[in-house]
């Protein structure tokens, strides 16, 4: 099944914010940000890109107020590095990907705490001559 359109620029998008802002944003509250994923409208007009910026949630409001105040320059120069006649309206937003996966792998370490290890100089089982 060929790729929708939508999923065509979402991809293409992503690359050319990436490049953008490694390359020619300048704001230190930008620093630290990958652009994670960008989910395109099916009409092509919006677009939701979603981010992950290190730090605390202070750090990371930071980071979004960076974005929406290079919005304007990212749009601009995307839209001409992918060739598009209309760039989509970028709407930065934190991706809740990481906090989701951070919370399982927690819950999942409190359910199956780590086992204790077995002395430096315990035998290993696998090594046991009888079972060979």
Avoid: N, Y
């Avoid at 652009?35 to 979603?50: C, E, N, Q, W």
């Avoid at 399982?104 to 077995?118: F, G, I, K, N, T």
């Amino acid at each position: 099944m060929p790729a929708k359109r939508t999923d065509r620029v979402g991809a293409l998008l992503k690359s050319a914010l990436a490049e953008l802002l490694l390359r020619d944003v300048k704001d230190p509250r930008v620093g630290l940000v990958t652009i994670t994923g960008v989910d395109v409208s099916p009409d092509l007009k919006h677009a939701r890109v979603f981010v992950s910026a290190l730090g605390d949630a202070e750090a990371r409001a930071r980071s979004l107020a960076g974005l929406a105040s290079a919005r304007a320059f990212l749009q601009a120069h995307a839209g001409r590095r992918i060739g598009l006649r209309f760039t989509p309206e970028l709407r930065f937003e934190i991706d809740p990907s990481f906090e989701a996966a951070d919370r399982v792998e927690r819950l999942l370490r409190d359910l199956h705490p780590a086992s204790p290890q077995a002395p430096p100089d315990a035998p290993d089982p696998d090594d046991d001559p009888s079972r060979r």
